[in-house]
Nanobody, 129 residues
Framework: QVQLVESGGGLVQAGDSLRLSCQVS????????MGWFRRAPGKEREFLAA????????AYADSLKGRLTISRDNDKDTVYLQMNSLKPEDTAVYYC??????????????????????WGQGTQVTVSS
């Protein structure tokens, strides 16, 4: 049974940085593209970033490019999301997600949530002004 467990969220001040982690079990982690999404109160789930199986290629939401860095450690079965210069509008629950099909190359499809079928429980990030 696949399990994704996020950690690293919390309450921070505007301008701070935060690194989220997501550990995966129950799948051969290195076989899967990984993504990060968030859902802010009253808003739809939003794509943030995705990373290829090897970690050599990444994709980011245009609106957040420059403030986010996605990375992965295939030896630790963990994907990370580094967020810098946090703003109050970044307040949301952050989710990691596992591609629904193993072995795929990173592509534009991975900006859409329907291409992931396993999700973590989410970690809350709250940014105070």
């Amino acid at each position: 049974q696949v399990q994704l467990v996020e950690s690293g969220g919390g309450l921070v001040q505007a301008g701070d940085s935060l690194r989220l982690s997501c550990q995966v079990s129950g799948r051969t982690f290195s076989d899967f593209v990984m993504g990060w999404f968030r859902r802010a109160p009253g808003k739809e789930r939003e794509f943030l970033a995705a990373i290829s199986r090897s970690g050599g290629r990444t994709a980011y939401a245009d609106s957040l490019k420059g403030r986010l860095t996605i990375s992965r450690d295939n030896d630790k079965d963990t994907v990370y999301l580094q967020m810098n210069s946090l703003k109050p509008e970044d307040t949301a629950v952050y989710y990691c997600a596992l591609d629904r099909i193993g072995g795929r190359a990173l592509s534009n499809r991975h900006t859409r949530s329907e291409n992931y079928d396993s999700w973590g429980q989410g970690t809350q990030v709250t940014v105070s002004s």
